[in-house]
């Protein structure tokens, strides 16, 4: 496993400690500020989780960067 796929996989095992914690607060009782709050920093962190997947995916396959589609050109 090169260096760059383990801090990816560390990376994402982090953000679903995060991503955990956020969802706890939703389930609490309602308390409007926090779970704004938690609402918008959730969905915050699953859109990076999704990132980390995808660089994982591409760090799997070889990939270095990504598609030229995907980039906007």
Same mark, same amino acid.
Request: no cysteine; charged share 35%.
């Given at each position: 496993?090169?260096?760059?796929?383990?801090?990816?996989?560390? +990376?994402?095992? #982090?953000?679903?400690? $995060?991503? *955990?914690?956020?969802?706890?607060?939703?389930?609490?009782?309602? $308390?409007? $500020?926090?779970?704004? #709050?938690?609402?918008?920093?959730?969905?915050?962190?699953?859109?990076?989780? *999704?990132?980390?997947?995808? +660089?994982? +995916?591409?760090?799997?396959?070889?990939?270095?960067?990504?598609?030229?589609?995907?980039?906007?050109?």
């Amino acid at each position: 496993m090169t260096d760059r796929l383990e801090t990816l996989q560390k +990376a994402r095992a #982090r953000m679903i400690e $995060d991503r *955990d914690g956020y969802a706890k607060v939703l389930a609490a009782p309602f $308390d409007r $500020d926090k779970a704004e #709050r938690s609402r918008i920093r959730f969905v915050e962190t699953q859109s990076l989780i *999704d990132a980390l997947d995808r +660089a994982i +995916a591409g760090e799997k396959t070889g990939e270095s960067g990504p598609p030229v589609a995907a980039a906007g050109f």
